[in-house]
């Protein structure tokens, strides 16, 4: 018996397009080195600590959703999470620095993922997505350092496609919500978004302002971004279509554009795992 979880066939042809630009394109010019200001390193370690894991929870889940392509999907997702734990390892290596071992963020954003059902740890896992968009927009766009620059313009290409992809599998389980179950669930969302927006300008506000973009302006960038997420999510009919975070990326569009609308500014550009934190 099939189950009915929405039609992920486009989604993967989309990941599996991702790969295969990845490979063509390989890796960064590593040898150039990195100067970076202390603080963005700091800020860059603690991101690929949330960056790292192999999505075992993640991949579970979805593998027990009943859909095989919608699973072998969010399995592409992680490989490309992992890639971006690889490519921030590197560049903080060539910026003469060490990665962490882990960090506390990481380690309560993880158990919060874990609690419940496949659902909860996509709303959860959204935040970190949503984060992640206007983080490595502000490094790509403000960081001095051409690496640096490349590095997360590669991320961010993902990222415009992570965030898509997990609204149209949320938006798929909230389609026989009441109005009221929604709206609980958005409020909860909002709420859960205000804390993570907190711990982030906290603990990176000085390397958000070192790329130029201060904190409130990150939050403001942030909240835009997420009200079009969950107003794709919630309320779908009034969207025509969903939004995430400022670029509209459909599943089924190819992944031919795959980020390079965001990301051809420094370079030809590309993603996170079930230790996914935002810091």
Do not use: C
Not at 242 to 256: C, K, N, P, Q
């Amino acid at each position: 018996m099939t189950v009915d979880i929405g039609d992920f066939t486009n989604w993967l042809r989309d990941f599996e397009g991702a790969a295969l630009l990845r490979r063509t394109w390989g890796d960064p010019d590593w040898s150039r080195g990195a100067r970076l200001d202390p603080a963005l390193v700091r800020s860059l370690q603690r991101f690929q600590v949330g960056e790292d894991g192999d999505g075992a929870f993640l991949t579970g889940k979805a593998a027990r959703a009943g859909d095989p392509v919608y699973a072998a999907a969010v399995r592409l997702f992680v490989a490309e999470e992992r890639e971006h734990a690889r490519l921030l390892a590197r560049l903080i290596e060539a910026a003469g620095a060490a990665t962490l071992p882990g960090h506390w963020t990481d380690t309560v954003f993880v158990r919060l993922r874990r609690l419940l059902g496949l659902r909860m740890e996509l709303m959860v896992l959204m935040l970190a997505e949503v984060v992640a968009l206007a983080y490595y927009r502000a490094v790509r766009d403000g960081a001095d350092d051409p690496l640096a620059a490349e590095v997360a313009g590669r991320i961010l290409a993902d990222e415009l496609r992570h965030v898509p992809f997990h609204r149209d599998r949320l938006q798929w389980s909230f389609r026989r919500s009441s109005r009221l179950t929604r709206a609980a669930a958005a409020a909860l969302w909002w709420a859960l978004l205000a804390g993570v927006v907190a711990v982030v300008v906290a603990d990176h506000g000085a390397a958000l302002r070192g790329v130029g973009v201060p904190g409130t302006v990150f939050v403001r960038e942030v909240a835009a971004g997420f009200r079009a997420v969950v107003a794709g999510v919630m309320w779908p009919s009034a969207q025509n279509g969903a939004a995430d975070g400022g670029v509209e990326h459909r599943s089924g569009a190819g992944h031919g554009g795959t980020g390079r609308a965001e990301g051809a500014g420094t370079a030809a550009v590309r993603s996170r795992g079930d230790r996914g934190t935002v810091g």
